[in-house]
Nanobody, 124 residues
Framework: QVQVAESGGGLVQAGGSLRLSCTGS????????VAWFRQVPGKEREGVSC????????YYLDSGEGRFTNSRDNAERTLYLQMNNLKPGDTAMYYC?????????????????WGQGAQVTVSS
C-alpha cells in the first residue's frame, strides 16, 4: 500500500525558507514519480516540481526562478522540496503526489497517491 504524507509547512516571512518533506511507503525505491503541487482555494492545482526514481527533476513554476529545489534521502525514503526566498504568492496548500509510471508530469491527473497537504503561508 502506498501512503504519502507531507510535513514542514508553516508560516514564514517573505524572503525566508522552508523545506517540505514527503514520505511514503513506496517513495524513492518504489519506482514512482513524485511531484509537488500547490493549490489556493478557488484556483486550480498547480504543478511545482517532480522527481523520478532515476533522479531526474523537473520544475514547472514560471515564478520559481530557481527558488525551489528537489532533493532526497534514500535511507529515510524521503523527498524534500527546498523553498528559498519565499514570496507571498507562494502561499498555498502544498501536496506531495506519487504516480505509478515513474515518469514526471505536471498534470495532476497522472498522480493517484496524494498526501493531505501542508499549508505554507508567506507573510509580507
Amino acid at each position: 500500500q502506498v501512503q504519502v504524507a507531507e510535513s514542514g509547512g508553516g508560516l514564514v516571512q517573505a524572503g525566508g525558507s522552508l523545506r517540505l518533506s514527503c514520505t511514503g511507503s513506496e517513495l524513492v525505491f518504489g519506482g514512482l514519480a513524485v511531484a509537488w503541487f500547490r493549490q489556493v482555494p478557488g484556483k486550480e492545482r498547480e504543478g511545482v516540481s517532480c522527481t523520478t526514481w532515476s533522479g531526474r527533476s523537473e520544475y514547472y513554476l514560471d515564478s520559481g526562478e530557481g527558488r525551489f529545489t528537489n532533493s532526497r534521502d534514500n535511507a529515510e525514503r524521503t523527498l524534500y522540496l527546498q523553498m528559498n526566498n519565499l514570496k507571498p504568492g507562494d502561499t498555498a496548500m502544498y501536496y506531495c503526489a506519487a504516480g505509478p509510471y515513474g515518469s514526471c508530469s505536471s498534470s495532476r491527473d497522472d498522480y493517484i497517491y496524494w498526501g493531505q497537504g501542508a499549508q505554507v503561508t508567506v507573510s509580507s
